[in-house]
């Protein structure tokens, strides 16, 4: 059974930085991709970030291109969010997502989701 564990979040001011972590069990967390969305009040879920574990490779958002990082620690079996520079418009649940994306694709096939997690930025 895969379980996913995320911790970090809180609430924080404008222009400040926070960490979120998710933790793997249970899975071949090296053939896997590991995506962070989110959900404000009153809006769709969307995709943040991921990455591929055995690629390395990265995605990021057009809203936090340039503020945010995704790293994978493999002995872990974690993957860190950090998020800089936010803006009160980050405000939202987050929450972390274990796919399958196949041979072709970076990430995507999300199959087993972490419990959200709330970020609150204040202006």
């Known amino acids: 059974e895969v379980q996913v564990v995320v911790s970090g979040g809180g609430m924080v001011q404008a222009g400040g930085s926070l960490s979120l972590s998710c933790r793997v069990s249970?899975?071949?967390?090296?053939?896997?991709?590991i995506g962070w969305f989110r959900q404000a009040p009153e809006k769709e879920r969307e995709g943040v970030s991921c990455?591929?574990?055995?690629?390395?490779?990265?995605f990021y958002e057009d809203s936090v291109k340039g503020r945010a990082v995704i790293a994978v620690d493999i002995a872990k079996n974690t993957v860190t969010l950090q998020m800089n520079n936010l803006r009160p418009e980050d405000t939202a649940v987050y929450y972390c997502?274990?796919?399958?994306?196949?041979?072709?694709?970076?990430?995507?096939?999300?199959?087993?989701w972490g419990q959200g997690i709330q970020v609150t930025v204040s202006s």
């Open positions: 997502a274990v796919g399958n994306p196949g041979p072709t694709a970076l990430c995507g096939g999300w199959e087993t």
């Open positions: 990455i591929g574990i055995s690629s390395g490779g990265t």
């Open positions: 249970g899975s071949t967390f090296e053939k896997s991709a």
